[in-house]
C-alpha cells in the first residue's frame, strides 16, 4: 500500500502503479487499502487522462484510495487529491472513499448545495441519468450535479464490466471525459455527445456494461464515484 500520513506534504504525483495485482493479470491482493492519504497532504495528483498514467489498484480487502481526517493532526484533512482516469475494482469497499468524521464508515451521501467539511471538501459526486449511442463511437451521457456554484468541474466516465453493489465503488476502464459549470444555485444538468476513448483493438463497450463517474472541482478536488 500507498501512504501519506499525517504528515504535511503537498505536490506529490504517483502514476503508472500496479497495486493488488501485476500488469500481467496476477491477483495478490492486499488486506487493507491500497493507497490513504490523510492529515494535511495537498494538492496532489493520482494518476491522470495520458496513457499509462492512471494507476491500477484491484482486488484489496480495504478502499481502493482514501482520503481521511488524521485523529492525532488537529482533524485536519487532506485537499486537492486529484484522482484521475485510475482503475479501480475488485476492492472489499469503496473505490474512493472521502472519510469525512470519526464516525463514518461507508460510501458518503450527497448532500445539497456540497456545503459539508472534509476531505476533498467532500466534494458530491454526479449522478448519472441516462446512456444512449448516436454512432458506434459517439455517445450521450447525460446526469447531474449538485455542487457550489459557478465551478467548471471535470468530469470522468468510466465503464465496468459488472454492477459492484458495494458502495457504488468501481471505475474499470476510463472512457471519457469532459467539463461543465454549475450555475449559481449550485446545480448543473449535462447530456454529453462523448467519443469513447477506446485503445486499439479493444472490444467497445455494450450497452450491459455499467457506467460510474466522478467530478473534480477547479481546485483538484475529486469526489467519491
Same mark, same amino acid.
Given at each position: 500500500?500507498?501512504?501519506?500520513?499525517?504528515?504535511?506534504?503537498?505536490?506529490?504525483?504517483?502514476?503508472?502503479?500496479?497495486?493488488?495485482?501485476?500488469?500481467?493479470?496476477?491477483?495478490?491482493?492486499?488486506?487493507?487499502?491500497?493507497?490513504?492519504?490523510?492529515?494535511?497532504?495537498?494538492? =496532489?495528483?493520482?494518476?491522470?487522462?495520458? #496513457?499509462?498514467?492512471?494507476?491500477? *489498484?484491484?482486488? =484489496?480487502?480495504?478502499?481502493?484510495?482514501?482520503?481521511?481526517?488524521?485523529?492525532?493532526?488537529? $482533524?485536519?484533512?487532506?485537499?486537492?487529491?486529484?484522482?484521475?482516469?485510475?482503475?479501480?475494482?475488485?476492492?472489499?469497499?469503496?473505490?474512493?472513499?472521502?472519510?469525512?468524521?470519526?464516525?463514518?464508515?461507508?460510501?458518503?451521501?450527497? $448532500? #445539497?448545495? $456540497?456545503?459539508?467539511?472534509?476531505?476533498?471538501?467532500?466534494?458530491? @459526486? %454526479? *449522478?448519472?441519468?441516462?446512456?444512449?449511442?448516436?454512432?458506434?463511437?459517439?455517445?450521450?451521457?447525460?446526469?447531474?450535479?449538485?455542487?457550489? %456554484?459557478?465551478?467548471?468541474?471535470?468530469?470522468?466516465? @468510466?465503464?465496468?464490466?459488472?454492477?459492484? %453493489? *458495494?458502495? @457504488?465503488?468501481?471505475?474499470?476502464?476510463?472512457?471519457?471525459?469532459?467539463?461543465?459549470?454549475?450555475?449559481?444555485?449550485?446545480?448543473?444538468?449535462?447530456?454529453?455527445?462523448? #467519443?469513447?476513448?477506446?485503445? #486499439?483493438?479493444?472490444?467497445?463497450?455494450?450497452?450491459?456494461? @455499467?457506467?460510474?463517474?466522478?467530478?473534480?472541482?477547479?481546485?483538484?478536488?475529486?469526489?467519491?464515484?
Amino acid at each position: 500500500a500507498l501512504t501519506s500520513e499525517g504528515v504535511k506534504s503537498s505536490g506529490h504525483v504517483i502514476q503508472g502503479n500496479w497495486i493488488g495485482m501485476t500488469p500481467g493479470g496476477q491477483i495478490h491482493g492486499l488486506s487493507g487499502n491500497g493507497m490513504n492519504f490523510s492529515g494535511a497532504t495537498s494538492n =496532489c495528483l493520482i494518476g491522470g487522462t495520458q #496513457p499509462g498514467a492512471g494507476n491500477v *489498484v484491484a482486488a =484489496c480487502g480495504g478502499r481502493g484510495i482514501q482520503a481521511k481526517y488524521h485523529l492525532f493532526d488537529n $482533524d485536519e484533512y487532506p485537499y486537492g487529491i486529484e484522482i484521475l482516469g485510475n482503475r479501480l475494482f475488485g476492492n472489499q469497499r469503496s473505490g474512493i472513499d472521502l472519510l469525512g468524521s470519526h464516525a463514518q464508515t461507508n460510501h458518503s451521501p450527497n $448532500d #445539497p448545495g $456540497d456545503t459539508d467539511d472534509g476531505p476533498n471538501g467532500m466534494q458530491n @459526486y %454526479p *449522478v448519472l441519468t441516462g446512456y444512449s449511442r448516436t454512432t458506434a463511437t459517439l455517445h450521450v451521457i447525460s446526469g447531474t450535479l449538485d455542487s457550489l %456554484p459557478n465551478k467548471n468541474d471535470l468530469f470522468i466516465i @468510466y465503464a465496468n464490466a459488472s454492477f459492484n %453493489p *458495494v458502495d @457504488y465503488a468501481d471505475q474499470e476502464r476510463f472512457i471519457a471525459r469532459f467539463t461543465a459549470t454549475t450555475g449559481a444555485d449550485g446545480l448543473t444538468t449535462f447530456s454529453e455527445v462523448v #467519443p469513447f476513448l477506446i485503445a #486499439p483493438g479493444q472490444a467497445d463497450i455494450t450497452l450491459d456494461r @455499467y457506467l460510474t463517474a466522478t467530478a473534480t472541482d477547479p481546485d483538484g478536488n475529486t469526489s467519491e464515484i
